[in-house]
Each structure stands twice: as C-alpha cells, then as structure tokens.
C-alpha cells in the first residue's frame, strides 16, 4: 500500500492551462531557476572539496538505505535516551493524532512552522487547524503562500512565482486583519521589515514548534535542521515544545557520513556553500540551561517510503531536496511548480508523487511532464537515475492497464510497423506528402487521427524535406545504404 | 629556504585561516575585526563593533547588551567597557528563579547561587525576554571554519542559545587557534567533545553570516528573524 498525498486540486489539464496562461508567474521561475542553476554550476567549480565529499556522501545515502530499519531503531534508542520521544507514523492521520495529543495534554493553541516538505506531505496545517489551533508558517516564502492560500511553487522557494506587488497586497491585507501597521512600500527592506515584525511576536507567543528535518545522525539521535533565515532556531529555541516530522529516508549512520553530507544540499540548492544557519539538535533543554525546548518529539513518517526500499525505486530515497532537478527542468522553467498538483515538484515531483501517493493519484506527471532530456539526471548530487525512474513508472502504468486496450494495441502495432524499415520509409515519405495541410508557421501544429492527441497540446517542428537515408544516398553514391 | 621551520609554516598556516575565514565572512555580508594584539586590542575592537552595529539611539535611552556569562568573556571587562560606550549590559545566570542583571560574569557565572541579585528590573525578566529586548548580543565560539565563514556555538547552561539569535545585532569573539580548514574538521572537533564530555551539547548551531532570504524576487534580504547584523572579532586575549 502506498502512503496518501493530498488530493491535486484542479485536473492536469486545467492545471496545466492556468501555468501556461500566467506570464508573470512564468517569467519569475524561469528567472529563479536559472539564476540557481548558475550559481550551483559556480559553486562546485569554485570548492572542489564539495565534489570530492558529493561522491563520498551518494554512496554513504544509498549504503543506510540498505539498514534503513536499524538505523532507526538507534536513532529511537538515542533520542529516548536523552528525555525525546520518538513516535511511528505510517501516513497523515498518524501525524496529526501525534501532534493534537501532545497540544491537548500541553493545553496548546499556538503552533509556529519552520519550511517542511513532510508536514505539507501530510497536510498538517489543515489537520491542526480543524482542530482549532492557531498555525503559523515562518519561512518568508511560506508565510507569503500561506496568506496567499496556496501551495508552494518551488521546494526551495516557495513563493517565487509572486511579484513584489502581489506579495504587498498580500501584506496589507494581513496588516488590516491583524491591525497592525502595513508595511511602508513594496521595496524588500519594507516587506522584509513588515514579515519581522509579525513573526517575531508570533515566535514569541507559540506554545509549540514543528519543524522538519534535513537528515537524522542515527549514533547520537541528532536532528539536523539547515536554513537561511533563522526561523528554524526560532521555532527549535523558543517554544517549550519542538516537534519535528522526518520522513524515514533522512537517517544517516554516523557524523563522517554527514561531514560529506551536509554542504550538499546548500551547494545544489543554491550555490551557498553552507546555509546560513545549521543546528545539530541532539535531544530536548538539558538540566541548568535556560532555553532550549522542554520537550522533544520526534516523528518518523513513513507515508509509502518503507515500500520502496529494496525495489528498483530505492534510490529516489536519497534525495535531499536540493531543487537541483527542478531548476534544469525545461517543463518546470516553463509551467512552475504548482501545475504539478503535489508539492513535489519537477522531475523529483514527477517520481516521488506517484511512488508516494499511488500512481493512480498522479497518472499524468510520469506520462506528460517530462521531456526526456536527462538534464535532471546531470543535475542531481545524488546521482538518481530521475529518467530512467520516469520510464519505469510509464511502463508500469501501461502494464497495469490504466490506458485502454485499444491504446495499448496501438503502440503495439506501431513498434512493429517501426520496426521494420519498410514502414519507416512508408510513415516519413507518408508524412512528407502530407504535413502540409497541418503546417502552421513552419511547425506542426495538428495532425489526424490518434496522432492529433499528441498534437492538441504541443506542437512539432516538421518532418524534414530529405530524410537522412535519402540524404546519405545522394552524398555517397556507391556506399551501402 | 630548503627547511622552513615548522612553527613557522604551522604559524602562517593560522594567518592564512584567519585571512580566509574573514573574507568569507564578509563575503556574506558579515561584519569582521582583527584584533590580535591583546586584551586592550580586543577592547578596542568590540568598541568599534559596538558603534558600528548599533544604530544611534535617538530616545536617549542606553543601548542594551546581552552577553555570555563565561569565564572566557571575564578579562575582557565588558560591563565597565559597554558603560563607558553608552551601553548597559547585562547577562544572564542560573541562579534560581533566573534573575538578571549587571555585572561581573565571574559572580554570575554557573559557579554557585550569587548572593547579590541584580537591578528589579532584570529580576522579572525571562530569558527570552531579555534577550529579545537587547540591541546586541555577545558571545564566543566553539569552532570557526575558514573555507565557509561559519562560527559553531554550542548550547549549555552559561552558553545559552537566544543572544545570537534574539537581539537586532550578534558579535562573535574568536580566537585564531580556533579556527579550521574546513566543516569537517569543525565536526571532528565536535567529535572530540563528544569523546570528552560524554555526548554532544544539546543545540549547536553553525552560523554563517547574518539571517538572510531571497524569497522576494529572488532579492537578497538581511536580517528576516535572526540578526540583521552579525559581526565576529578575531582577537587573542
């Protein structure tokens, strides 16, 4: 049984047509992405010690992968150790009877988040709101997408499809709720200062933290939190309760393994060669400090992962949400992250949805959006093989008989007609002749029949007048065909 | 020059460190002083960081200082110091009840109840509170990194978490001989202290710079819930 993912919203095609509809959003993430792309590029030409500790840690993910189980029964036995508390959860509802059982027993109603993909993976936010907790996201980004109510666009950076324009209006809209004053301009020092001030109070208010996890050091029971802005120390340091939500692939056996590790994901995700702020959280305040949290709660969510060890999907366990993937994705850079309907995104996105959810839940991300173009493969630091991953899951869908038979039959007859140069020949001269009456601007822009599904949503550049037998006939008469 | 002197090379070694760890730092938009000619040297130093991280005051009020109650900090005289810059200072203790106040770091430290509480003000203040209210925060460091710009500070009772990440500004002292090559020499040294005390302090936190955020437009911000301004001394006292 897979895990549950929330539903996608919008079905893909109209998901897709709103993406392809939205300039503004269009034009800002495909500025993000390659402005990130470019300064991962720099970093690793600039620190070759980050390339020589990359290939180290790909094999020290993909070797805990293999003990996935152990290392968790020792992180467990650490982190209990310490006064923490570890809990299971199989899938969503798990994390949320989790997280309201301890806010009913600490008579909480304030809750402040750090940026975690796993609690958006299990809808958190929602869960404790309809039990009447106040929830606030503290990540920039974030915060920005939860006024705006909706769903981050990037795994890095959330809100990179908003314009400062929206972001100020968005502000505004708070400031009147809350009464307070609204920030000064639309400049980033004044939506900046504005975002500050709000947090700030809300930090200091909360009566609990929930945090994710960038990975977990089994042999100490460590969480390892990394950010830029600060408010994973906020809500680790302030709250008297921190209660982090970890999927079961972040545990790594020992500190060498993180040593290689941890300049990864700054070095991949942004070209930083290490985020601004890292906490090595080993257990909640000890006797005599004065801060830090009373309690630490830990939960190790599997919602699908479990499954996935030992099949040839296991790898896509070793992902450390860099982003990379997504910033060299041409459909990303062209339809942004929430076209995707899951809050992974891009070739990752693409993988890691269906595998979590069901490929029943998101039939269309394996199938549509994705090119073929392998650039996800040379981008990514953990060397996941997101290409070849895709095509399995294609197969895998037609083998489960989702398409029709008669589709089915279709391709079928058409690999065999294919296969023989004969029908080849036949098809291109057929399409040489013929392409006309479909041209538009000198691309293809319809075509009959089944064909024309393909065509309804892209268009394809034309055959080409000489085919390249009919070309290497003519430039080397005499040769073998 | 066949055989350079091995204090020497381990000697520029350092300077070569403390040059890279600085222009690192700065590189990230962190403020960065060089004091390596002794206490006094050191107390000019965090003069002229005081002046340049906290922002004029135009209520008259003085500027507030928090800062570590270490054994470490003691020779530096920084009640005194802060004083005579405009500044009150103040730190925190475990005495119980948590009571706050100015003075010697020595009498506040974790070394035993002090007899004399602090001024009533501090007395009602809670940590958070009180670091929350201060204008800039003093510490040390654990560990520094050169390659990265990174300074580790490590969680316990006197080295608590808040005055590096509450107050408008942070200022790190560090010494030369603390700094290292690269993240994981700093997490060997980590190892060390593990090996030695027993396990790891409950929070380390690596920090690189001041709080920063691209997510407006992918337009640098400084300072969104951490400091605005971090600045490190480079200092032998």
Known sequence: MPGILPPAGAPWPERRRRALGDPTMREAVGKSTRSLAEKKAAAYAAYPLGEAMRVRAVAARREALGHTDALLEEFTRQVEARGGHVARADGPADVGRYVLAVARRRGARRVVKSKSMATEEVALNEQLEAAGLHVRETDLGEYIIQLARERPAHILVPASHKTRQQIRTLFDDEAERSGDPPPGGDATPELTAFARRQLREEFLAADIGITGGNFLVAETGTLVLITNEGNGRMTTSLPPVHIAVVGIDKVVATWDDLAVLLQQAPMSGTGQLISTYTSFITGPRRPGEVDGPEEFHLVLLDNGRHELLGTAYEDVLTCIRCGACLNVCPVFRTIGGQAYGSMYSGPIGVVLTPLLGGLAHAPELPKSACAMCHACRDACPMEIELPRLILALRRTEIEESMEPPTVRLTFELWGRFWAHPAGFHLTARLAQLGQRAFMQKGRLTRAPGLVGGWTATRDSPPVARETFHQWWRRTRPGSPP | ?237
């Open chain 2, 1 to 237: 020059m066949s055989r350079a002197d091995p204090a020497d090379r381990r000697g520029q070694e350092q300077a070569g460190l403390v040059q890279e760890f600085m222009d690192h730092w700065e590189a990230l938009s962190g403020d960065a002083w060089l004091a390596l000619g002794g206490v006094d040297d050191v107390r000019r130093a965090v003069g002229e960081a005081v002046r340049a991280m906290i922002p004029d005051r135009a209520s008259g009020t003085p500027a507030q200082v928090v800062a570590w109650a270490t054994e470490e900090l003691a020779p530096l005289g920084l009640p005194a110091l802060l004083a005579s810059l405009g500044c009150e200072c103040v730190w925190w203790t475990d005495w119980p009840g948590g009571a706050a106040g100015a003075g010697d770091p020595r009498a506040a430290s974790a070394a035993g109840p002090a007899d004399e509480p602090g001024p009533a003000k501090a007395a009602v203040l809670q940590p958070q509170e009180l670091a929350a209210g201060s204008d800039l925060g003093i510490t040390t460091c654990a560990w520094a990194v050169a390659d990265t710009g990174t300074i580790a500070l490590y969680a316990t009772p006197s080295t608590w978490r808040l005055p590096s990440l509450l107050p408008t500004a942070h200022l790190a002292l560090v010494r030369p001989s603390q700094i290292v090559r690269s993240i994981p020499d700093g997490l060997r040294l980590m190892a060390e202290h593990r090996a030695q005390q027993g396990d790891l302090p409950s929070a380390v936190n690596l920090v690189s710079g001041p709080s920063r955020s691209a997510d407006i437009e992918g337009d640098l911000a400084v300072g969104v819930h951490g400091p605005r301004r971090a600045g490190v001394i480079i200092g032998e006292w």
